[in-house]
């Protein structure tokens, strides 16, 4: 069993700053991929940001040079830092991990979401 615990969320004027944060717990053996997602009622739930477990990162178009994306393997956490927020960047933000429990069992692994809200 894996939970994945996230953090961070709220609202926010126009060209503010937001830190969210996730957390796993859990019987786990290995974080490989983690990522950040976020969905808008009515449209398709679409990747923000990912770092494998050896940092290498990956952003979005519309996020880049705004939004960082780091991870602490020690606590298994994951965070998304998000400067200079858009309206636009108002969504549901959702972790994502994909997580060996048992070798060579690994499976994928959501958190339960957390709103951000930008707006003036």
């Known amino acids: 069993q894996v939970q994945l615990v996230e953090s961070g969320g709220g609202l926010v004027q126009p060209g503010g700053s937001l830190r969210l944060s996730c957390a796993a717990s859990g019987s786990i053996f290995r974080i490989d991929m983690m990522g950040w997602y976020r969905q808008v009622p009515g449209k398709q739930r679409e990747l923000v940001a990912t770092?494998?477990?050896?940092?290498?990162?990956n952003y979005a178009d519309s996020v880049k040079g705004r939004f960082t994306i780091s991870r602490d393997n020690a606590q298994n956490t994951v965070y998304l830092q998000m400067n200079n927020l858009k309206p636009d960047d108002t969504a549901v933000y959702y972790c994502?991990?994909?997580?060996?429990?048992?070798?060579?069992?690994?499976?994928?692994?959501w958190g339960q979401g957390t709103q951000v809200t930008v707006s003036s």
């Open positions: 994502h991990a994909a997580i060996t429990t048992t070798q060579p069992r690994g499976d994928y692994y």
């Open positions: 770092i494998s477990s050896r940092g290498r990162t």
